[in-house]
């Protein structure tokens, strides 16, 4: 038995849940987003809420069930609210600023790295060695994050790089005489 898929997900006042040829569209505040339904889980949109339920007795709907939830409620809690994730700039002449529609680093190569910042993503540097990357999908904000993170991953002497906000880096000591 799934404890999370047990959970009926709540749908705010505002937002509108409709299934059409096994598919979940939802609309908010904050836009439309939409996903395709699993055969093996049947969902049942009532006033205020949408339930989830393995559609049969298989390992695999039983296995899909809690995962299918968390989708369903990321699909609600993006057109309400929206995903945010932080990166943090560490590093002597590291630092970032957003340029029309790139965003650009200079992480110490020999040139400035120009990121461009796909559709459906927000990205604002509040200051030079913080990026914050926003939007209603969970998975394509946390896409985004991980490749521009991927251009200078946090090294564990010094801890310079580009690391999550609230990551820990496991630091090592250097050569000893």
Known sequence: MSRIGKKPVPVPAGVTATIEDRILNVKGPKGAMSMPLSDDISYDVRTGEIGVTPANATKRARAFWGMQRTMVANLVQGVTEGFTKTLEISGVGYRAAVQGSNLRLQLGYSHDVDFAIPDGITIKTPDQTTVEISGM????????AA???????????????????????????????
Do not use: T
């Open 137 to 144: 999908d969970k998975q394509r904000v946390g896409q985004v």
């Open 147 to 177: 490749e521009i993170r991927r251009w200078r991953k946090p090294e564990p002497y010094k801890g310079k790089g580009i690391k999550y906000r609230g990551e820990y880096i496991f630091r090592k000591e250097g050569k000893k005489k």
